[in-house]
């Protein structure tokens, strides 16, 4: 290695106050990794890599990561793997979202600080494909993102199961007493049966179609079930691809643009993808200085039909979607939606990814545009007086028959509060009411977990009770369904009208006009307003990781990124 390159081990040296020290000492600590003195030399692919014990959907990296270091070998440089940060949705509390932007931290700046020339981004549950996509956004090196692909579904009886939008079926039944302990104790052993991501359209298949829309991973790699042997290639030419890219740099600022976003958003809406995604591209996208306004969702989603027969909106799983034909016969479908001049990691444009040949496609899976399962996009913003600032609710996951319908409010002031009363016999509440829940946005103590998927209370749901309308500032996870109104902004904890919304007010849902509305007049909001409290915790009583959350995240419009994160004007 010349000293004078600044590739490979010899970028971003180590201060020591002399160049050609900190050289020789990196190259000596290098070669105790039994390095030869032409592996050395060359250029340096960094692989973020994140396995975890805490996070099944990861359980296979170890093999996918040898799959991706044979492919940057055999093109010619030298695969580096460095562990970040790892979020196994199910493992973290209080929510997986609070330590999104910490994993993105953590992935920008070990991009940054360390000798990579391009790097390539393993992730795949919910929050990992995210928060590195948001990391290597704000790093802008040369970068390629490989997924950990979807779970094999499993079998109970009759039944075909893939987590999680069984393991809500099942516990819905179990709550109304269709099912006894023993059975879901039976059924818990056999939701989620092999390495890799959720096995429906929740947020990680989400993310993952995303990602590749984007233009940051490789064609036709997004839905490959982690088991199979084809995620294995993708991880190889993913490493290979990645080589390319030391010789043809393309950042991702050059991949990630208004107009790719643009093409993401049309995919999310086309997926009837999951209500978080909407978040976590908002946040992708602030990073470069990209905005999502809420009125731009709903512009393309008037525009968009939705093609995919999935779970949790349709009947099937992601195996059947990648054996359908995936996401580019979804992009074929959607061409003329599409921005097709948007470059990807590979050099090529969208159009030109499009119009590679490919396998026929399963209608029964992946609908045409001429004849879609819904004419309209899956995902629909709300604005009124009850949520200035915006709303999602899933529409292709809801009830019809409940978005034109004005209801009783029903509130339950914290996560806590209605862990308590949800089951009380004495709760008063009927299938017409609306179901409220306060304080479990960002920025309140339970930073706005997946919790807006409020049970149907006892009482209704062993009458046979499967949906009604729930609204809160809350997320919901990509893996369920029902007429549920997320994200509500500003959330109450701020001092959102939310937070003012009282038993026995009355709430208008208009799907139809995007609205929803508390229809309590301006004198009592004001009084009500005049007394209201934040449930908020002050950060002067935080510390470290606490304290620059409850300083720094944003509302969900803004992606729920740290303030300190977005890009300097
Ligand atoms: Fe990891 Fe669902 S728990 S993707």
């Not at 369904?481 to 009355?506: K, M, S, W």
Request: overall charge negative.
């Amino acid at each position: 290695m010349s000293d004078k390159e600044d590739h490979g081990f010899a970028r971003g040296l180590t201060n020591y106050g002399d160049r050609d020290f900190s050289l020789y000492l990196r190259k000596s600590f290098a070669s105790s990794m039994g390095y030869s003195r032409e592996m050395l030399a060359k250029k340096i692919v960094g692989i973020a890599y994140t396995p975890s014990g805490f996070n099944n959907c990861h359980r296979h990296f170890p093999e996918l990561l040898e799959a991706v270091k044979r492919g940057v070998l055999a093109a010619g440089a030298l695969p580096v793997e460095f562990p970040t940060i790892s979020l196994g949705e199910v493992f973290l509390n209080p929510t997986s979202l609070k330590f999104r932007n910490l994993m993105s931290m953590d992935t920008e700046e070990m991009i940054r600080a360390q000798p990579m020339d391009a790097v390539v981004l393993m992730g795949g549950c919910d929050k990992t494909v995210p928060a590195q996509l948001m990391g290597a956004a704000s790093a802008d090196l040369p970068a390629i993102q490989i997924v950990a692909g979807p779970m094999m579904t499993s079998r109970y009886g009759e039944e075909r199961l893939g987590a999680c939008t069984d393991c809500r079926r099942f516990w819905g039944k179990y709550r109304a007493g269709e099912i006894d302990s023993e059975e879901i104790g039976n059924i818990e052993m056999r939701l989620a049966t092999t390495a890799g991501t959720c096995a429906v359209m929740g947020t990680a298949s989400t993310m993952a179609c995303i990602a590749e829309a984007l233009g940051m991973s490789l064609p036709g790699t997004a839905a490959i079930p982690a088991v199979h042997a084809d995620r294995l290639r993708a991880a190889e030419a993913t490493g290979a691809a990645a080589v390319r890219l030391l010789a043809n740099p393309i950042r991702p600022s050059q991949v990630i643009t208004r107009k790719s976003v643009e093409n993401a958003l049309r995919v999310l809406l086309a997926l009837g993808g999951s209500t978080n995604a909407i978040v976590h591209l908002t946040a992708v996208a602030g990073r470069l200085g990209i905005d999502i306004p809420l009125t731009w969702l709903n512009e393309l989603s008037d525009t968009t039909p939705v093609l995919v027969n999935l779970k949790p909106v349709g009947e099937h799983y992601m195996e059947d979607f990648f054996f359908a034909g995936g996401l580019g016969a979804v992009l074929r479908e959607l061409k003329p939606r599409l921005n097709l001049d948007c470059l990807t990691v590979t050099g090529d444009t969208l159009g030109e990814r499009i119009d590679a040949p490919a396998d026929p496609v399963d209608r029964k899976v992946i609908a045409s545009a001429s004849e879609p399962r819904e004419p309209q996009g899956g995902l629909v913003a709300l604005f009124g007086s009850l949520a200035p600032r915006g709303a999602i609710l899933k529409r292709s996951a809801a009830d019809p028959t409940l978005f034109e319908k004005e209801g009783r409010a029903v509130v339950f002031s914290s996560l806590e509060d209605l862990a308590k009363r949800i089951d009380d016999p004495d709760l008063d509440i009927t299938a017409d009411d609306f179901m409220v829940l306060q304080n479990a946005g960002p920025t309140s103590p339970s930073g706005m977990p997946e919790a807006g998927y409020l049970p149907i209370p006892k009482k209704l749901s062993s009458k046979g009770l499967k949906d009604m309308v729930r609204i809160s500032d809350a997320r919901m996870s990509g893996t369920a369904f029902g007429t549920i109104v997320l994200h509500v902004t500003p959330e109450a904890a701020q001092g959102g009208p939310l937070g003012l919304v009282r038993n026995g007010d009355r709430i208008r849902l208009s799907v139809k006009n995007r609205s929803i509305d508390l229809l309590v007049d301006e004198d009592e909001l004001a009084r009500r307003r005049a007394d209201f409290t934040p449930a908020l915790r002050d950060p002067e009583t935080l510390r470290g990781y606490d304290r620059l959350y409850a300083e720094q995240v944003l509302q969900a419009d803004e992606g729920c990124d740290f303030a300190i994160l977005k890009p300097v004007k």
